[in-house]
């Protein structure tokens, strides 16, 4: 119903931002890594929308993501039994879209868990489910990154001492120009070693 907005940001919260376009504030639902990284209160963005109407209680929800791929995968989650909206937002905002996508690709269940978070029978019933929808899907996948190292990464800090959510969550903030595993838990235990 309503593909994309663009408009100018009123106010963000932890859930959602508000946007105004010609004088018509939508509340948008972001995953809270999208919130982080749209610009500040008063600028311009542009947000693609997924419409969502409850029937039970009759109301509206509408998904903002900021690239198209992202809203594409969000609808692609929201197709597999046990996951609606709600759910598929939360799983785009564990960990970023190529990794979710790679990990599907290969059938990697275990390796969904380990990076994103979330849960293994959901992880492997995502693989299950959507592995030849994305082979198929224009979703922006990239087949040919090398998935072991981030899983490698993930093992060594558990094994150091830090928790998989540490683990996971210092490896989205390690450059792209790390490509091996070492290379990976280097730069993870700088930023460690910084706070």
């Known amino acids: 119903m309503i593909g994309y907005i663009n408009g100018t940001i009123q106010a963000i919260s932890g859930k959602y931002a508000i946007v105004d376009v010609h004088g018509v504030g939508y509340r948008v639902t972001m995953p809270a890594k999208s919130l982080n990284s749209i610009a500040k209160i008063g600028s311009q963005v542009k947000l693609f929308t997924h419409y969502q109407t409850n029937p039970?209680?009759?109301?509206?929800?509408?998904?903002?993501?900021?690239?198209?791929?992202?809203?594409?995968?969000?609808?692609l989650l929201t197709t597999v039994s046990g996951i609606g909206p709600k759910s598929a937002q939360a799983i785009l905002a564990s960990a970023d879209l190529q990794t979710l996508q790679i990990g599907i690709i290969r059938g990697d269940g275990d390796y969904?868990?380990?990076?994103?978070?979330?849960?293994?029978?959901?992880a492997h019933r995502l693989?299950?489910?959507?592995?030849?929808?994305?082979?198929?899907?224009?979703?922006?996948?990239?087949?040919?990154?090398?998935?072991?190292t981030d899983s490698d990464a993930i093992d060594a800090l558990v094994t150091l001492g830090y928790s998989q959510?540490?683990?996971?969550?210092?490896?989205?903030q390690v450059a792209?120009?790390?490509k091996t595993s070492e290379e990976k838990i280097k730069e993870a235990l700088k930023l460690l070693g910084k706070k």
């Open 127 to 148: 693989v299950l489910e959507l592995k030849n929808k994305i082979m198929t899907a224009d979703v922006g996948a990239v087949a040919d990154s090398d998935v072991g």
């Open 176 to 178: 792209k120009t790390a």
């Open 56 to 75: 039970r209680d009759g109301l509206v929800e509408l998904y903002g993501f900021t690239t198209p791929e992202e809203l594409n995968f969000f609808e």
């Open 112 to 122: 969904l868990h380990k990076v994103s978070g979330i849960g293994e029978k959901t």
């Open 165 to 172: 959510y540490q683990a996971r969550d210092v490896l989205k």
